[in-house]
């Protein structure tokens, strides 16, 4: 059974976490809960549902100092925004994950994440800063 399919379950199942995270003041739980709802929201094409919860697990992954969940989420708030057609915004919030993937020395995630800066580059037609950010994803 796929994904797709254990989609309802899976929703019901993050909501009980989050709520159990809220409740005893668990902010990597809550920040963890809140990633997996809002991929699930995304992926179901609620893109706006999702932007607000990846929000909100940024706010629970920095109460938590949580390097990856802070990360992952402003990634993917940068990847709800080029869904919505705000390239601007979307290069603005992969800017920020990739300064701190840049702090952390992990080289797969920083050449994923220049890619991803080259392509709402693309989109917005500013090719130069495109080109450049392509190179480092292909030097990296």
């Given at each position: 059974?796929?994904?797709?399919?254990?989609?309802?379950?899976?929703?019901?199942?993050?909501?009980?976490?989050?709520?159990?995270?809220?409740?005893?003041?668990?902010?990597?739980?809550?920040?963890?809960?809140?990633?997996?709802?809002?991929?699930?929201?995304?992926?179901?094409?609620?893109?706006?549902?999702?932007?607000?919860?990846?929000?909100?697990?940024?706010?629970?992954?920095?109460?938590?100092k949580d390097l990856y969940a802070t990360g992952r989420a402003m990634e993917s708030v940068g990847g709800a925004y080029e869904e919505l057609g705000d390239y601007h915004r979307a290069a603005d919030w992969y800017g920020r994950a990739l300064s701190q993937r840049l702090t952390q020395g992990e080289r797969a995630d920083e050449a994923r994440l220049y890619g991803r800066l080259g392509a709402v580059h693309t989109y917005a037609g500013r090719y130069g800063e495109a080109l450049r950010n392509w190179r480092a994803a292909a030097a990296g």
């Open positions: 059974r796929g994904t797709e399919e254990a989609a309802p379950e899976l929703y019901g199942l993050h909501r009980l976490v989050l709520d159990v995270a809220v409740r005893r003041e668990l902010p990597r739980e809550q920040a963890a809960a809140l990633l997996n709802l809002a991929d699930l929201d995304a992926r179901t094409g609620r893109t706006w549902e999702a932007l607000t919860r990846y929000r909100a697990a940024l706010d629970a992954g920095k109460a938590a």
